[in-house]
């Protein structure tokens, strides 16, 4: 590569400036000592490529210290999606700063503001396997049964009347699920935020549609619509 490179700054300049018969035989002697591929030589002799210093790269942004207070904040919001990190970062570090969790330089704050939601996810990448293990292989799902169940994400509610619930079960197991723990179904409703929470001994279907019967009486409004993750209990 190194040779090739070479070679590739020492014609550039005369296969530029020169005729197409030039160009033409420029090109025959470059393929048939390089052995790439003659359009790949072209673009190669058009854009001086062997001119520049393939040592040189981009900058890196976001240095250690940036890296390691973006984990802190990701722990600390229990380590949710970038999307969902991004418009959270301001109010997050304002509140841990307040209460003492946390001192920012500013040098660490404006890059850590200043992250895309998409490189959030990139920066976590490694720590998320880490602290995930391997990734998990997900089932492709029948596109039948996706054009059955309408699906919606946290944009697409366009403010609904109160009566709306998301519903999810929370393990008090620790880090390691094993043994007899108890778990907790939480609904939320979206339009007020309003909050009802009962707990379950078992993991067990009846057992929860007992428990949501009554926690459907708590609510000060209509239980409208109810939306759950993919967990088989729900």
């Excluded at 190194?2 to 002697?29: H, M, P, Q």
């Excluded at 089932?139 to 169940?149: G, H, M, Y």
Aim: aromatic share 4%; glycine share 6%; charged share 30%.
């Amino acid at each position: 590569m190194a040779t090739r490179r070479e070679l590739a700054g020492a014609v550039g300049e005369r296969y530029r400036s020169g005729n197409r018969s030039e160009k033409s035989r420029i090109l025959d002697e470059f393929v048939a000592t390089s052995g790439l591929h003659r359009k790949h030589v072209m673009r190669l002799l058009r854009n001086d490529c062997g001119s520049r210093d393939p040592a040189r790269r981009r900058p890196r942004i976001y240095d250690t210290a940036v890296r390691e207070a973006l984990v802190v904040l990701w722990e600390a919001s229990d380590r949710i999606c970038g999307k969902r990190l991004k418009p959270l970062l301001p109010i997050l570090i304002e509140a841990m700063e307040r209460h003492g969790q946390l001192d920012l330089a500013a040098e660490v704050r404006e890059p850590l503001l200043a992250m895309s939601a998409a490189t959030i996810d990139r920066a976590l990448r490694d720590v998320r396997e880490a602290a995930g293990g391997r990734r998990r292989r997900r089932t492709a799902s029948s596109s039948a049964l996706r054009r059955s169940i309408p699906i919606r994400t946290f944009s697409d509610w366009q403010d609904p009347p109160p009566g709306f619930v998301e519903a999810d079960l929370v393990a008090h197991s620790g880090p390691m699920a094993r043994g007899s723990f108890i778990q907790t179904l939480v609904l939320t409703d979206i339009a007020s935020g309003w909050t009802e929470c009962a707990p379950l001994l078992v993991r067990e279907q009846n057992l929860l549609s007992e428990v949501l019967t009554e926690l459907r009486r708590l609510l000060p409004f209509p239980l409208l619509g109810f939306d759950t993750d993919n967990d088989s209990v729900l």
